[in-house]
């Protein structure tokens, strides 16, 4: 039987070999974790320093590939320590704010030139599309609908969501992300209307100048970021090629593009604070469990509405360039197979 008081890490410890918890490693400070996860492992982690005060503890289990929590509903945690729903959802949301605070300077920083360029370069690696900054969609994370919030958060699904948009890179690590988007939007306008979206469309991300792609010597290319057809088309962003009977051009554009983009019940005001912290745990555990590209083409979050959106001069003769690119220099043996 646990005592009913606070623990030191050597008692939790002990607790934890009388329990018998399999592969339990120990108990951690947020700066003296392991760098890298065993196949399998548990422990009890702190989210401030060695030299601190030590709050804010959280649990994990691995098994293989997968880090696994878990929860109940509030109304089940009340019974369980005699606490109020109200008092059990400010922990949560202070944990979750706490959580977003200590790790996102880390784990989610805003890129600089040079972090931009080594993005680029692990993109051009494993996916062989080159000047790749990061692929962009945005997912519906599904939510209580507030009171008198008319339709704002209800969305072609037919339920109640808020959007989370995010830029991945080719490690699947989150790059930055936006969060609370009324769950009604479905078009570009998300991105266009996030902080990143505002960024990129003022020239104010740091990006690397134009660059030759590679195998050729002229006609230097903008960085870019890729999306599907839910996004204005843009010299920085681009999206496939819409319509059918497509030449092979497009065709084969098309594929290298989605080729390289399989890398992406509480209140809206609260999910916010649940989302961004679920995002930065995600880098902090990818970063230290390892790169595997395996099992990530599918989940369970309903893309965003594709809708009509215009495309810009600009942003058309970049994706010309690369559609031709592809079929030239950059081009890869088993692509005419997957068209």
Known sequence: MLPDR????????????????????????????????????????????????GTHWVAYKKIGKQVLSTGTSFGALQFDFYIARSTIGEIVKETCTILWMVLQPKEM???????????????????????????????????KGPNNSDSLYFNYKKYFSIVLMAIADANLCFIAIDVGAYGKEGDSNVFKESCFGK???????????LANLPNTNEHPQPFVFIGDEAFALHSNLLRPYPGRGLNDTKRVFNYRLSRARRTVEFEPDFVDEIIKSCCVLHNFVRRRDGFNNEDTETNMLDD???????????????????????MGPGSVPFQFQKI
């Not at 009388?18 to 120990?26: A, D, T, V």
């Not at 993005?119 to 692929?135: Q, R, S």
């Not at 965003?304 to 592809?326: L, M, N, P, S």
Request: neutral net charge; charged residues 25%.
């Open 6 to 53: 606070a623990l030191f890490d050597y008692e939790v410890i002990k607790y934890a070999v009388m329990l018998k918890i399999p592969h339990f490693i120990g108990v951690f400070s947020r700066d003296k974790l392991p760098q890298r996860l065993k196949n399998q492992e548990s422990a009890v982690v702190n989210l401030d320093t060695e030299i601190g005060t």
């Open 199 to 209: 960024k990129l469309y003022s020239n104010q991300l740091k990006l690397p100048e």
């Open 304 to 326: 965003i509405e594709v809708r009509g959106t215009g495309a810009r001069t600009q942003g058309t003769e970049v994706r010309d360039y690369f559609a031709k690119y592809f």
């Open 109 to 143: 920083p805003e890129p600089s030139t040079e972090r931009w360029v080594e993005i680029a370069n692990t993109f051009y690696d494993k996916t062989n599309f080159p000047n790749c900054l990061g692929a962009i969609d945005g997912k519906h994370i599904r939510c």
